[in-house]
């Protein structure tokens, strides 16, 4: 993946059916087709050649039929979908739990694949869990620190898989993302749109040391310091 | 808060002024303690985004100043826009729970915050916010039962909260997890370190109860200590939003005149929010008309709620926008001690049921 990230020139050139698979076929198996981290302002770069590739193997695959191209196409067009809806822009969350094994990409039959069209993005703190019901309780808000701008909504934990389920709890945090899910053919036609939104549970985080005692020392300061 | 002039009519002098603020999910007092100076008691922001204190302040315009601030205890609803009142008006004194004295808590304050980047309890955030506000300037204190606040004037303003029984137990008064990682912290159990507030010129008294609640280390062990000046309250910030939890009959029964000036704030972040109408209707029965600050949510008042449709894999009857207009009661007492009542804006008036 990053070969061909960074050096789109010479995969454009070199993309024929041999020569642009081999380079290629690092994309499906990379485990994410998030752009790497380090690519920094050559994301852009990065989702041009997502959606490039897309359009050519999509040729490819009409042409010569071939199973494994199909496969591929349609991963590649479910990453150039993403790259549409911004869905990974932000949605450190999303990363953090393993989005991308748990849902979006399955495709539901070998001619149709499903994408997501990010509507909004909320963050979210557990308040209280009602297991019985089956529901949780959550502050909301549109900006992490708009604490101001919060409001409480009641969900369904059907929302959540069963692992999500077992580490819901007072406090959780959370990314909700409401948006579409699409399904499309291999040529990129919408078959089918519904309403669709995702809870994410944030991995807890811990301060490093040296935030910690970081940390320490501005509490003892406030303290002392009176 | 709309701004008819006589709202801009500023209290004389000498005149004593408790005005309590709700929004929803704010509350707010401020107490004239005379000379232009004041007492703010909690706070909360405006749908415009500034303290309400300040806003309310503004319409006099001229030199009055904030001098004493009290924090009654950190749940959210009570301390949004407090730094930027103490950034501004640079009080001599702020007062907070004596519980929180204690290394530890500011450890975990400042651990919390910087571990959740930004998305602790708004609760905490304030008070690490107030803390960084107030450093080095050595107005801090402590607040329990039998201090008072330096007012500068003849109004007597006297804590009558939390207790001993309270204090002696320490951290664990505050029901907070030492460890960082992921709690909710400014949980209610905070509510029975509230600072509750006595203020009183001559025989005009009023009781400010904060959200403490009932019970041995709450209502209880306030009450048993007595009635602070003697004299009956008769202005009372009905506690914690008039919630069954915090109801104490003996309030009334002990230490209120017969007809006194009830007012509450409402809390709309419940599926039922408070004061419910069992609340309103015990409380009138007791005491009479209760002023009501803050407005009931919109869903509750049959209007639609501008929202994200996607937000409908969720409970609708729980999706509830936190803050609302604001209400103001504002009452001045005169010379004999009585008061004159206006009520402002998001105010409901409750009257007692007439049917038996």
Same mark, same amino acid.
């Not at chain 1, 739990?97 to 539901?108: E, I, M, N, Q």
């Given at each position: 993946m990053n070969q061909a990230a960074t050096d789109f020139p010479a995969l454009e050139r070199t993309l024929g059916r041999e020569q642009g698979l081999g380079v290629l076929h690092g994309l499906p198996s990379s485990d994410s087709a998030l752009p790497p981290e380090h690519l920094g302002e050559e994301r852009d770069a990065w989702f041009l050649l997502v959606e490039d590739v897309s359009s050519r193997l999509g040729m490819l695959a009409g042409h010569f039929g071939d199973r494994g191209l199909v496969a591929l196409q349609r991963r590649v067009a479910i990453a150039a979908g993403q790259r549409r809806s911004m869905l990974w822009f932000g949605t450190r969350a999303a990363?953090?739990?393993?989005?991308? $094994?748990?849902?979006?990409?399955?495709?539901?039959?070998?001619?149709?694949?499903?994408? +997501?069209?990010?509507?909004?993005e909320y963050v979210g703190r557990v308040r209280d869990v009602d297991r019985e019901k089956g529901t949780f309780t959550a502050i909301l808000g549109r900006q992490p620190d708009d604490s101001e701008g919060e409001f409480v909504v009641t969900f369904s934990q059907r929302l959540l898989d069963s692992k999500q389920i077992d580490r819901l709890g007072p406090g959780v945090i959370f990314t909700l993302v409401t948006g579409y899910r699409r399904t499309v053919d291999v040529?990129?036609?919408?078959?089918?749109? $519904?309403?669709?939104?995702?809870? +994410?549970?944030?991995?807890?985080r811990t301060l490093t040391p040296a935030q910690r005692e970081d940390a320490r020392r501005l509490a003892d300061r406030l303290f002392d310091n009176e | 808060v709309s701004t008819p002039p006589a709202i801009q009519r500023p209290p004389e002098a000498e005149q004593l002024e408790i005005t309590l603020f709700g929004g929803g999910l704010g509350e707010s007092v401020l107490c004239h303690l005379g000379d232009r100076?004041? #007492?703010? %008691?909690?706070? &909360?922001?405006?749908?415009?985004?500034?303290?309400?204190?300040?806003?309310?302040?503004? =319409? &006099?315009?001229g030199d009055h100043r904030i001098v004493a601030v009290v924090a009654t205890h950190w749940d959210d609803d009570h301390t949004h826009g407090m730094a930027d009142v103490l950034m501004?008006?640079?009080?001599?004194?702020v007062w907070m729970s004596i519980v929180l =004295?204690?290394?530890? %808590?500011?450890? &975990?304050? /400042?651990?919390?915050?910087?571990?959740?980047?930004?998305?602790?309890?708004?609760g905490l955030r304030d008070f690490v916010d107030v803390l960084r506000a107030i450093e080095g300037r050595r107005i801090r204190r402590w607040g329990m039962v039998g201090r008072s606040v330096e007012t500068g004037t003849d109004v007597v303003v006297r804590l009558l909260s939390p207790s001993d029984e309270l204090v002696d137990r320490g951290l664990a008064a505050l029901g907070m997890h030492l460890e960082? @990682?992921? @709690?909710? /912290?400014?949980?209610?159990?905070? =509510?029975?370190?509230?600072?509750? #507030?006595?203020?009183?010129?001559?025989?005009?008294?009023?009781?400010?109860?904060?959200?403490?609640?009932?019970?041995?280390?709450?209502?209880?062990?306030?009450?048993?200590?007595g009635s602070p000046d003697g004299a009956p309250a008769s202005v009372i910030k009905v506690p914690h939003h008039g919630s069954s939890d915090a109801d104490e009959p003996r309030i009334w029964s002990e230490w209120a005149t017969p007809t006194p000036v009830n007012c509450v704030t409402r809390y709309t972040r419940l599926a039922q929010p408070l004061p419910r109408e069992d609340d309103i209707n015990r409380l009138t029965a007791r005491a009479g008309p209760l002023h009501i600050a803050g407005r009931l949510p919109d869903r509750l008042r049959g209007e639609s709620v501008d929202f994200d449709v996607h937000l409908q894999v969720a409970s609708t009857e729980g999706v509830r926008p936190a803050r609302g207009p604001v209400g103001m009661i504002r009452a001045r007492s005169n010379e004999n001690g009585a008061w004159s009542v206006?009520?402002? @804006?998001?105010?409901e008036v409750a009257q007692p049921s007439t049917t038996c």
């Open positions: 990363r953090q739990c393993g989005y991308l $094994a748990s849902g979006w990409r399955k495709p539901t039959n070998r001619r149709t694949s499903e994408e +997501f069209v990010r509507e909004r040529s990129g036609r919408v078959v089918k749109t $519904a309403l669709d939104s995702r809870v +994410f549970l944030h991995e807890p | 100076r004041w #007492l703010m %008691v909690d706070s &909360f922001r405006s749908p415009a985004g500034q303290p309400v204190a300040d806003e309310y302040l503004d =319409n &006099f315009g501004r008006h640079e009080p001599d004194e =004295n204690e290394r530890e %808590v500011f450890r &975990f304050a /400042v651990e919390h915050v910087k571990s959740m980047e930004g998305r602790a309890p708004s960082p @990682g992921f @709690g909710e /912290v400014t949980s209610p159990p905070s =509510n029975r370190t509230s600072i509750v #507030l006595w203020v009183s010129r001559g025989t005009a008294c009023a009781l400010l109860g904060a959200d403490l609640e009932a019970g041995d280390l709450g209502w209880t062990a306030v009450l048993d200590r206006e009520p402002y @804006g998001a105010v």
